[in-house]
């Protein structure tokens, strides 16, 4: 029998770390490696398909073309350990004080898998999703977890744990969670450059 849960959905992205952590990897690869600058065609390319298709993968993969395992592995770990300074003050005693109200706890990215899980790992978020890579060719999407994607991600896991997910609260800053944020009984949204409350 399926029960219900109250849940909480975090954005991680301008919710509770300023900056974006993908844009943060990317300046990172840019600063540490003269690859990224043989592909700056790529890049100019896919920032012109984005302007033409916000919710497009085909300018998100060509703009990080020039990623590879080698540079993840090399690169993502030192990345992360900076990022993590960027997280608002308030954020890990947020979860804290929704877990302890009784509510599961879930964050919900479009940032990827070789970012996310470690930026996080000290939180206690009941779940964690984000947008799984190809582990041979990282700037390929095997799952974008981003618009209407992060509601699928977060109706799979209630289904596999059997849940009924009464979504109580949902933080974001962007109107790109707009699907996530509709189907919350409270909206909270967050200025990404201040982390206070809109």
Known sequence: MLQKKNVVVFDFDGTLSASDSNWEFFKYCFKHSF?????????VAGFVGKFLNPGGIW????????????????????????????????????VIKERNAGNKVVLISASPDYLIPELVNDMH??????????????????FLCWGQNKV???????KEHKYIPNVVRAYSDSKTDMPIMKIAKKQVWIDKKTGLRK
């Open 35 to 43: 690859r990224p600058w043989l592909f700056l065609p790529c890049v």
């Open 59 to 94: 300018w998100r993969q060509t703009i990080r073309n020039f990623i590879t395992p080698n540079m993840v592995n090399r690169f993502a770990k030192d990345c992360i350990k900076q990022h993590k300074k960027n997280r608002f003050g308030w954020a890990k005693d947020q």
């Open 125 to 142: 978020f009941d779940a964690v999703f984000y947008s799984k890579m190809n582990k041979d060719k990282p700037y390929k999407y095997e």
């Open 152 to 158: 699928l991600a977060l109706d799979n896991w209630a």
